[in-house]
């Protein structure tokens, strides 16, 4: 007799999402196997913002999830625009330059208004208005960032407690301090099981059906470098120390097909200031996702990135990596007093160099070349706009340059009107976009294009949705989804 129905390797959003659908479809034994010791559990769910982006027809659909917030918030629903599966699967086209597997991508839009109600329901999730990350105040209205208005109740931690406090409800064993080195097949190459290595040694453990649900390789740095490249190799890390590409290499160890782009990742704009790991009670506070009001400048002085290209929920997981590649990995990113209000709060757990003239900012600044860097300034001033030609903060304005390289195509405010700040910022990587490839039912298919039996995958093991950039809240949202279908293939298994 197999020790268990279902094992599922990792304790995040995608591998507790699994563990839940495993047990609500008639799995009667799953266990989940962290290889984290328990203060430190949870894998990179814990360091999110827990912004879920889902489609929805109509505004006042998402109402179930947020009980009570007409209350708390006057015209709630009309600053929110709907969100359709059209208007998600086209975000995530246009943001992946049209590379995103076009089957899983479908899976995930489809299924990702039905995955955040179950996430509130089954999972009792409690959520909360996205108000310090995606809301931005016009008047007496908060005008919402489309399809991301919703957010797990104190972000990432209140997400892992929220699953952890579920799968305890039904029943389900967590197994600290368990790191999984393995994963064992029968003769018919069915996988029945996983090796382990805990404070006993080592020993396997059967199973009918194994999840990996254990994350990327963004805390490897041997892997970071070989696949992203030595810029990449030396990033700092935005999340767990313990994602090292285990379930990677074991699923490819048996025969599965690496999948999506390995050379990709999602490096967010984060303080320079830093250490190499956030600390794990900061969780997301390193974020500084602010830039497109302001002006980002490297250490010769130069732009070199369009901050107003897009919305920051659309550009800042490949502008984390173009930092990355700017001297000394290192950027700053400037601001004046008439939008340092519209700086998100993560900005307040660090303190800014200031000063009353742009000439004495850039004399603080650890540059190269302060001439360049002021004449930059000065340059991106002469293109800019004043106020009064039509700034909104809330969406797509058209203020754009003339001229200069690159451009900025948004929210090109000139820098006059002082005190003038400025902000450290450094790529922090998140999560690495190769993973294995699965079908509809989360199966991890083989070097040979078949299932391998009894192995399913779900979070960052799965690989194809995302190329280059990431749309924010969509990693959440495709971990529940990809991991409730897993589990409600492992459990019919």
């Known amino acids: 007799m197999a020790d268990y129905d279902v094992i599922v390797v990792g304790a995040g ?26 203060a430190m559990r949870g894998g990179n769910t814990h360091w999110s913002g827990g912004v879920l982006r889902f489609a929805f027809d109509d505004p ?45 991508s479908h899976v995930l ?42 957010r797990a109740e104190h972000e990432g931690v209140g997400l892992s407690r929220g699953w952890f406090a579920t799968a305890e409800r039904m029943g389900i064993e967590v197994r600290y301090g368990t790191a999984v080195m393995a994963l064992l097949q029968d003769e018919t190459g069915r996988v029945c099981g996983v090796r382990i290595r805990d404070d006993a040694g080592m020993r396997e453990l059967n199973s ?33 120390p313990h994602n090292q590409g285990d379930g990677l290499r074991m699923a490819m160890d048996i025969g599965a097909m690496p999948w999506g782009q390995w050379s990709g990742c999602h490096a967010t704009p984060i303080s320079a200031d830093w250490g190499n790991f956030a600390p794990r009670e900061m969780t997301d506070r390193s974020n500084r996702l602010s ?10 002085g130069n732009r070199f990135v369009d901050e107003g290209e897009d919305g920051a929920m659309f550009t800042y997981a490949k502008y984390g990596r173009a930092i990355l590649a700017e001297p000394g990995a290192k950027a700053y990113q400037l601001f004046d007093s008439k939008t340092v209000h519209l700086l998100e709060p993560r900005y307040s757990t660090s303190d800014p160099l200031q000063a009353d003239t742009l000439e004495a900012l850039v004399e603080q600044l650890d540059i190269d070349d302060k001439p360049r860097a002021l004449k ?44 003038f700040y400025a902000y450290t910022a450094t790529g922090g990587i998140t999560f690495t976009f190769g993973g294995v490839k699965v079908d509809e039912q989360a199966r991890v298919i083989g070097t040979d294009w ?44």
């Open 13 to 38: 959003n995608a591998a507790l999402a699994a563990a839940v659908s495993a047990r609500e479809n008639g799995a009667a034994r799953v266990v989940v196997l962290e290889k984290a010791p328990r």
């Open 60 to 104: 006042r659909e998402i109402g179930p999830l947020l009980p009570g917030v007409e209350k708390e918030f006057d015209d709630f629903y009309a600053g929110i625009q709907p969100y359709t599966r059209d208007d998600f699967h086209g975000d995530l086209m246009r943001v992946t330059s049209g590379q995103t597997d076009p089957v899983l």
């Open 109 to 150: 839009v489809d299924n990702s208004k039905d995955t955040v109600f179950w996430m509130h329901e089954t999972g009792q999730i409690k959520m909360e208005p996205a108000v310090s990350l995606t809301g931005v105040r016009k008047g007496n209205q908060i005008i919402w960032a489309r399809g991301l208005v919703v």
């Open 208 to 240: 009918h059906a194994v999840v990996l649900g254990c994350g990327g390789f963004e805390a490897n740095v041997q892997m970071r470098t070989q696949h992203i490249g030595p810029l990449v190799g030396g990033a700092k890390v935005r999340g767990t």
């Open 291 to 300: 830039y497109p009001y302001g002006v980002m400048i490297n250490r010769k």
């Open 376 to 419: 930059t300034l000065q340059e991106y001033n002469a293109a800019a706009h004043d106020v009064s030609d039509g700034f909104d903060p809330t969406g797509k304005d058209g203020l754009g340059t003339q001229g200069l390289s690159p451009d900025k195509t948004n929210w090109a405010l000139k820098l006059d009107a002082p005190p």
């Open 450 to 493: 078949r299932p391998i039996p009894g192995l399913t995958a779900c979070g960052e093991m799965v690989g194809g949705l995302f190329y280059d950039n990431y749309p924010a809240g969509t990693g959440l949202v495709s971990g529940a989804t990809f991991g409730r279908i897993a589990g409600r293939t492992s459990a019919r298994i």
